[in-house]
Protein backbone atom coordinates (compact mmCIF):
# COMPACT_ATOMS: atom_id res chain seq x y z
CA UNK A 1 0.00 0.00 0.00
CA UNK A 2 2.70 2.36 0.87
CA UNK A 3 4.35 1.64 -2.31
CA UNK A 4 1.75 2.12 -4.42
CA UNK A 5 1.08 5.49 -2.46
CA UNK A 6 4.81 6.42 -3.09
CA UNK A 7 4.57 5.68 -6.74
CA UNK A 8 1.31 7.66 -7.12
CA UNK A 9 3.33 10.79 -5.69
CA UNK A 10 6.50 10.44 -8.12
CA UNK A 11 4.04 10.22 -11.07
CA UNK A 12 2.52 13.57 -9.56
CA UNK A 13 5.81 15.07 -9.18
CA UNK A 14 6.83 14.44 -12.84
CA UNK A 15 3.59 15.25 -13.97
CA UNK A 16 4.07 18.62 -12.31
CA UNK A 17 7.14 19.21 -13.52
CA UNK A 18 6.43 18.36 -16.97
CA UNK A 19 3.53 21.15 -17.09
CA UNK A 20 6.30 23.67 -15.52
CA UNK A 21 8.41 22.22 -18.36
CA UNK A 22 5.97 23.01 -21.30
CA UNK A 23 4.14 26.33 -19.55
CA UNK A 24 7.27 27.55 -19.64
CA UNK A 25 7.88 27.05 -23.71
CA UNK A 26 3.90 28.07 -23.88
CA UNK A 27 4.74 31.08 -22.27
CA UNK A 28 7.87 31.94 -24.40
CA UNK A 29 6.63 31.77 -27.49
CA UNK A 30 3.74 33.39 -26.46
CA UNK A 31 5.50 36.50 -25.85
CA UNK A 32 7.65 36.27 -29.27
CA UNK A 33 4.69 35.97 -30.91
CA UNK A 34 3.00 38.83 -28.41
CA UNK A 35 5.86 40.80 -29.84
CA UNK A 36 5.68 40.14 -33.60
CA UNK A 37 1.83 41.08 -33.73
CA UNK A 38 2.62 44.48 -31.27
CA UNK A 39 5.37 45.17 -34.34
CA UNK A 40 2.74 44.56 -37.06
CA UNK A 41 0.29 46.58 -35.41
CA UNK A 42 2.62 49.49 -35.15
CA UNK A 43 3.68 49.38 -38.42
CA UNK A 44 0.18 50.04 -39.74
CA UNK A 45 -0.17 53.59 -38.17
CA UNK A 46 1.24 56.56 -40.03
CA UNK A 47 4.62 58.54 -38.15
CA UNK A 48 8.06 58.19 -37.75
CA UNK A 49 7.39 55.22 -34.97
CA UNK A 50 5.14 53.50 -37.81
CA UNK A 51 8.10 53.70 -40.20
CA UNK A 52 10.33 52.15 -37.47
CA UNK A 53 8.33 48.97 -37.36
CA UNK A 54 7.85 49.11 -41.01
CA UNK A 55 12.04 48.92 -41.46
CA UNK A 56 12.33 46.57 -38.16
CA UNK A 57 9.73 44.18 -40.49
CA UNK A 58 11.81 44.31 -43.69
CA UNK A 59 15.09 43.85 -42.45
CA UNK A 60 14.00 40.68 -40.97
CA UNK A 61 12.23 39.39 -43.90
CA UNK A 62 15.21 40.50 -45.74
CA UNK A 63 17.64 38.54 -43.52
CA UNK A 64 15.51 35.48 -43.05
CA UNK A 65 14.91 35.52 -47.22
CA UNK A 66 19.16 36.13 -47.46
CA UNK A 67 19.78 33.34 -44.41
CA UNK A 68 17.04 31.05 -46.85
CA UNK A 69 19.11 31.52 -49.99
CA UNK A 70 22.30 31.01 -48.57
CA UNK A 71 21.17 27.55 -46.43
CA UNK A 72 19.10 26.94 -49.85
CA UNK A 73 22.82 26.90 -51.84
CA UNK A 74 24.93 25.47 -48.75
CA UNK A 75 22.13 21.86 -49.27
CA UNK A 76 23.16 22.22 -52.86
CA UNK A 77 26.79 21.64 -52.47
CA UNK A 78 27.78 24.93 -53.99
CA UNK A 79 31.09 26.15 -52.58
CA UNK A 80 30.35 29.87 -51.09
CA UNK A 81 33.82 30.89 -49.69
CA UNK A 82 33.41 33.28 -46.48
CA UNK A 83 29.44 33.72 -47.75
CA UNK A 84 27.88 32.23 -44.90
CA UNK A 85 30.10 33.53 -42.10
CA UNK A 86 29.33 37.09 -44.08
CA UNK A 87 25.30 36.84 -43.47
CA UNK A 88 26.12 35.43 -39.84
CA UNK A 89 27.80 38.89 -39.49
CA UNK A 90 24.79 40.64 -41.17
CA UNK A 91 22.41 39.12 -38.92
CA UNK A 92 24.35 40.06 -35.71
CA UNK A 93 24.31 43.50 -36.96
CA UNK A 94 20.82 43.07 -37.94
CA UNK A 95 19.55 42.26 -34.47
CA UNK A 96 21.62 45.01 -33.02
CA UNK A 97 19.78 47.68 -35.42
CA UNK A 98 16.51 45.53 -34.91
CA UNK A 99 16.96 46.23 -31.02
CA UNK A 100 17.90 49.85 -31.74
CA UNK A 101 14.65 50.54 -33.75
CA UNK A 102 12.72 49.45 -31.50
CA UNK A 103 14.06 51.54 -28.85
CA UNK A 104 13.45 54.31 -31.37
CA UNK A 105 10.14 53.34 -31.85
CA UNK A 106 9.04 52.82 -28.11
CA UNK A 107 10.71 56.06 -27.33
CA UNK A 108 8.90 58.09 -30.30
CA UNK A 109 5.39 56.62 -29.06
CA UNK A 110 6.03 57.60 -25.61
CA UNK A 111 7.44 60.72 -26.28
CA UNK A 112 7.75 63.93 -29.36
CA UNK A 113 11.29 65.18 -27.81
CA UNK A 114 13.43 62.48 -29.89
CA UNK A 115 16.07 63.03 -31.66
CA UNK A 116 16.17 63.15 -35.42
CA UNK A 117 19.53 62.35 -36.42
CA UNK A 118 19.51 59.26 -34.86
CA UNK A 119 16.73 58.15 -37.46
CA UNK A 120 18.28 59.43 -40.20
CA UNK A 121 21.44 57.17 -38.98
CA UNK A 122 19.20 54.38 -38.09
CA UNK A 123 18.16 54.83 -41.94
CA UNK A 124 21.42 54.54 -43.27
CA UNK A 125 22.31 51.57 -41.52
CA UNK A 126 19.07 49.66 -42.29
CA UNK A 127 19.37 50.72 -45.65
CA UNK A 128 22.84 49.18 -46.24
CA UNK A 129 21.89 45.77 -44.11
CA UNK A 130 19.18 45.20 -46.86
CA UNK A 131 21.08 46.40 -49.76
CA UNK A 132 24.12 44.14 -48.49
CA UNK A 133 20.72 40.94 -48.18
CA UNK A 134 19.59 42.14 -51.77
CA UNK A 135 23.27 41.95 -53.31
CA UNK A 136 23.96 38.63 -52.19
CA UNK A 137 20.74 36.60 -52.78
CA UNK A 138 20.71 38.09 -56.02
CA UNK A 139 24.26 37.45 -56.67
CA UNK A 140 22.79 33.61 -55.69
CA UNK A 141 20.32 33.55 -58.20
CA UNK A 142 22.09 34.57 -61.28
CA UNK A 143 24.80 31.90 -59.88
CA UNK A 144 21.41 29.84 -59.94
CA UNK A 145 20.55 30.76 -63.27
CA UNK A 146 23.71 30.14 -64.73
CA UNK A 147 24.11 26.71 -63.71
CA UNK A 148 20.43 26.14 -64.66
CA UNK A 149 21.04 27.48 -68.20
CA UNK A 150 23.87 25.45 -68.80
CA UNK A 151 22.01 22.33 -67.73
CA UNK A 152 19.47 23.63 -70.28
CA UNK A 153 21.95 24.21 -72.91
CA UNK A 154 23.36 21.24 -72.58
CA UNK A 155 20.00 19.59 -72.50
CA UNK A 156 18.95 21.37 -75.99
CA UNK A 157 22.19 19.67 -78.02
CA UNK A 158 21.74 16.36 -76.13
CA UNK A 159 18.48 16.82 -77.61
CA UNK A 160 19.31 17.84 -81.12
CA UNK A 161 22.04 15.09 -81.52
CA UNK A 162 19.47 12.27 -80.20
CA UNK A 163 17.11 13.84 -82.83
CA UNK A 164 19.55 13.89 -85.73
CA UNK A 165 20.44 10.23 -84.86
CA UNK A 166 16.66 8.80 -84.95
CA UNK A 167 16.96 10.67 -88.57
CA UNK A 168 17.06 7.83 -91.03
CA UNK A 169 19.95 8.60 -93.76
CA UNK A 170 19.76 9.83 -96.83
CA UNK A 171 20.26 6.45 -99.57
CA UNK A 172 22.62 7.90 -102.19
CA UNK A 173 21.03 5.52 -104.22
CA UNK A 174 17.81 8.01 -104.12
CA UNK A 175 19.91 10.94 -104.80
CA UNK A 176 21.67 9.85 -107.63
CA UNK A 177 18.55 8.84 -109.24
CA UNK A 178 16.86 12.18 -108.46
CA UNK A 179 19.63 14.27 -109.88
CA UNK A 180 19.49 11.40 -112.93
CA UNK A 181 15.37 11.87 -113.25
CA UNK A 182 16.11 15.81 -113.42
CA UNK A 183 18.78 15.43 -115.61
CA UNK A 184 16.36 13.86 -117.96
CA UNK A 185 13.36 16.59 -117.74
CA UNK A 186 15.83 19.35 -118.60
CA UNK A 187 17.05 17.44 -122.15
CA UNK A 188 13.16 16.61 -122.94
CA UNK A 189 13.01 20.69 -122.49
CA UNK A 190 12.83 22.84 -125.41
CA UNK A 191 15.88 24.65 -125.75
CA UNK A 192 13.48 27.96 -125.48
CA UNK A 193 12.18 27.10 -122.50
CA UNK A 194 15.59 26.33 -120.64
Known amino acids: ?12 A ?27 MAAMGTGDAAETERMRLDLRREVSL ?21 VAEISTHADQLDAQLGIYAQERRVSAYVDHTALG ?47 RAPDPLDQIDELYNRTMVERSRPDDLR
Open 1 to 12: MLVILLFLLLMG
Open 66 to 86: TRQAVDQALHDGWGLGDLPHL
Open 14 to 40: AGIYLLVKVGKKATKKARKVSTRVASH
Open 121 to 167: RLRDHHAKLTTACARIRADLLNDRMTHAAGGIDELQSRTDLEIEARR
